[in-house]
Nanobody, 124 residues
């Protein structure tokens, strides 16, 4: 089991920045690729970004590429999502998740463990 707790969400104006954190406990965190997803009201949960277990490889949804940066610190059992140039359409609940190691990593079904989410609201 891996327990995940997100933090860092809040209200920000368009063009602003936020950094989300996801603290992990339980089974060895460094074994897992990690992902961030988000879900806006009335919409499906969607993939945002993924980082490999070592932090050496990252992948982003087109909608956030060049604005968001995913990273991790295995010594602190934490994964981060730095969000810059935020837009109102980035408003959503953001979730971190641990990838099970197989399956399409942009699909939420490929992730075994999820946090409770943190709300990000971007005002125009």
């Amino acid at each position: 089991q891996v327990q995940l707790v997100e933090s860092g969400g809040g209200l920000v104006q368009a063009g602003g920045s936020l950094r989300l954190s996801c603290a992990a406990s339980g089974r060895r965190f460094s074994n897992y690729d990690m992902g961030w997803f988000r879900q806006a009201p009335g919409k499906e949960r969607e993939f945002v970004a993924r980082v490999s277990w070592s932090g050496g490889s990252t992948y982003y949804a087109d909608s956030v590429k060049a604005r968001f940066t995913i990273s991790r610190d295995n010594a602190k059992n934490t994964v981060y999502l730095q969000m810059n140039s935020l837009k109102p359409e980035d408003t959503a609940v953001y979730y971190c998740a641990a990838y099970r190691g197989f399956g399409v990593f942009t699909a939420q079904t490929a992730y075994d463990y999820w946090g409770q989410g943190t709300q990000v609201t971007v005002s125009s």
